[in-house]
């Protein structure tokens, strides 16, 4: 498996701590999680916590926990830093409504029996040069707005 492409980083990944990345002491989380529950972290785990700290980023800019002025708190200016840095609202080409946060994604490499990060790439900036083609396939699949 090594030097294949992988979709996430490894928590402990030391590039995790690198200026930009938008998650509170990931490798502390990863290393704490791992102690209370060993053996179950996925690759889907890390969204929580990084979920509860934009959410709760958006409730102190509100000045409450009511959904809807979160929710416009989060949407303020239409960009928020997610876990992987600076993102912005987006979608509305594709589903019609902009409800995705989207920024740049790590590109993984298995090194070592690590998924390691070599990189943070910008989506919107693939979805730039890809979009019409992507548009075709989710047209294809049923998955487009129009």
């Not at 979608?91 to 409800?99: H, K, L, T, V």
């Not at 992507?134 to 998955?143: D, I, S, V």
Request: net charge negative; aromatic share 12%; charged share 20%.
């Amino acid at each position: 498996m090594e030097g294949t492409i992988f979709q996430f980083p490894d928590f402990d990944d030391p590039a995790l701590n690198r200026p930009g990345i938008a998650f509170d002491r990931p490798n502390d989380f990863h290393a704490e999680y791992q102690r209370r529950h060993p053996g179950q972290w996925s690759s889907v785990s890390w969204q929580y916590a990084a979920t509860l700290d934009l959410w709760c980023a958006a409730a102190e800019q509100a000045g409450t926990v009511a959904p809807a002025e979160v929710l416009a708190a989060m949407k303020a200016g239409g960009q928020r830093a997610h876990v992987f840095g600076p993102a912005e609202w987006w979608g509305e080409e594709i589903f019609g409504i902009s409800n995705a946060l989207v920024g740049n994604w790590p590109v993984v490499e298995l090194q070592g029996g690590k998924a390691r990060i070599r990189e943070l790439v910008s989506v919107t900036g693939w979805y730039d040069r890809h979009g019409e083609i992507l548009k075709r396939y989710l047209a294809a699949a049923g998955m487009r707005h129009d």
